[in-house]
């Protein structure tokens, strides 16, 4: 039998592979320095069990430098990216020619994690999802032996990209006990499900017969890209992140396709209407050929997006296809209906790069960073609004997933973005979280680890 290093090695290979999307066919594996994480399809077609994360405690980590809308018809390739317009948006505390980074182990024992979450209810638990479709509760530094939900059966796992994805707590969880879970579905296998469950009268059980099935997106044609964050703004709506279907360079064509669900960040009314409600003000809303819940395209796999919560702006990580990894912003003051630009560009490059592109309609990302020494998969993080780490305020800290690599996004004093290299953390990110008090958190995806993010000095 083989060990569970072994297998979970193995695992992490092909999620590398997968996730880093490219224009190969999927399920055939490509070099990581010139692919981008998706998920590579497997032929298997029973549920494995969960494999098990190497025991050891891990080294913590130590700094160390990293490596220096309409569809718009394609016109004549710039001569140089475009900008976004000047701000005047005061520059961050966050000092990065003084500061770093470092990690602190919280947890251990965590199996192959995917998204960690704090359910705000007073209580300092942090809920963990696991790729096979288990939900964990971490408190006062450890793993609780028993789920609070698990459901393996009805979830897809197999490949890189699917499991259980995302989870999500009502804003009112405290009186209402309600949650939300993003998972891939294993019959029809590979439906995109938002669904919702309640907590059981035992606070550290959820109700596994809840279920409230709210959205389901087919998603059979490729294993990859299946999105899978969600998360309530500071509007109290529930926002959904869905890849673009998969394949490589959008293979089915979503990315500019209004009518798809896919390829876009969706936003939903839980609170009314069945099984979920329409924003007013949504951009969209009574507008041929759009789908409603839309609240902005072109979108490539956004793997982690995040709310400021002092100051409601959007931050969107997505992942990037053959060369470029991007981070979107959305100011709190939009009304939505931004278009990102994927498949017509890739961070602020023509995609492919000998294509011609016209900037005209899209918004361009406030950082990208390109593939070098395996980096191949951007992780979205959070704004530090925390009090232990003042050193870290205003600071946007993300990873790259394949390499564990650590970046800043932070305005200088022009108010002109900058972005910054912290550590190599040595280990797989798969998602980042927050606590109630702001404190973040980051999930090891190969050593099974929860981390503290703190500040260090360079």
Not at 223 to 252: E, K, R, V
Not at 387 to 412: V, W
Request: aromatic share 10%; hydrophobic share 35%; glycine share 10%.
């Amino acid at each position: 039998m083989l060990s569970h290093r072994f297998v979970t090695l193995v695992a992490l290979l092909a999620l590398a592979l997968s996730a880093c999307g490219s224009n190969a066919t999927p399920g055939v594996s490509t070099p990581v320095a010139t692919t981008r994480p998706s998920t590579a399809t497997t032929a298997a077609s029973t549920q494995p069990a969960a494999t098990s994360v190497p025991s050891a405690t891990p080294v913590a980590p130590t700094a160390t430098a990293l490596p220096p809308t309409p569809t718009v018809a394609p016109t004549a390739r710039p001569t140089s990216p475009p900008t976004r317009q000047p701000t005047t948006a005061a520059p961050t505390s966050f000092n990065p020619t003084t500061t770093t980074i470092r990690l602190e182990p919280v947890a251990s024992g965590l199996r192959i994690p995917t998204d960690v979450v704090s359910a705000k209810d007073g209580s300092g638990r942090l809920f963990v999802s696991e790729k096979a479709g288990t939900i964990r509760i971490v408190s006062n530094g450890q793993v609780q032996p028993t789920p609070f939900l698990d459901i393996t059966p009805i979830v897809r796992a197999n490949e890189s990209e699917r499991g259980l994805l995302g989870l999500a707590f009502h804003p009112k969880y405290k009186e209402n006990g309600f949650f939300f879970v993003y998972y891939t579905a294993a019959n029809p296998i590979g439906d995109l499900v938002i669904a919702r469950y309640k907590v059981s009268a035992d606070p550290n059980a959820a109700d596994p017969n809840s279920a409230t099935e709210l959205l389901r997106v087919k998603h059979d044609q490729a294993s990859n890209h299946n999105g899978g964050n969600l998360m309530f703004g500071p509007d109290g709506y529930l926002y959904i992140g869905m890849g673009d279907g998969g394949g490589g360079g959008d293979t089915f064509g979503n990315s500019q396709n209004p009518n798809a669900l896919l390829a876009k960040l969706l936003r939903i009314d839980v609170n009314n209407g069945t099984p979920y409600g329409i924003p007013k003000d949504n951009p969209f809303v009574n507008k041929q050929g759009f789908r409603p819940e839309i609240w902005a395209w072109g979108l490539r796999n956004p793997w982690r997006f995040s709310f400021d919560r002092a100051t409601g702006d959007l931050y969107i990580a997505d992942v990037g296809q053959n060369i470029y990894e991007e981070v979107d912003f959305q100011p709190a003051s939009s009304k939505g209906g931004e278009n990102y630009g994927w498949n017509k560009w890739e961070g602020m490059h023509c995609y492919p790069e000998s294509a011609q592109c016209d900037p005209t309609g899209f918004v361009m990302p406030i950082g990208e960073y390109a593939h070098r020494s395996g980096d191949c998969s951007i992780t979205g993080g959070y704004v530090y609004r925390g009090k232990e780490q003042p050193a870290l305020t205003d600071a946007y800290i993300f990873a790259d997933y394949c390499t564990g690599h650590f970046r800043a996004l932070s305005r200088d004093a022009s108010g002109a973005w900058r972005l910054t290299d912290l550590i190599n953390a040595q280990t797989p990110i798969s998602s980042f979280g927050e606590d109630e008090q702001g404190e973040i958190y980051a999930l090891g995806y190969g050593d099974g680890m929860l981390y503290r993010v703190a500040a260090a000095q360079k």
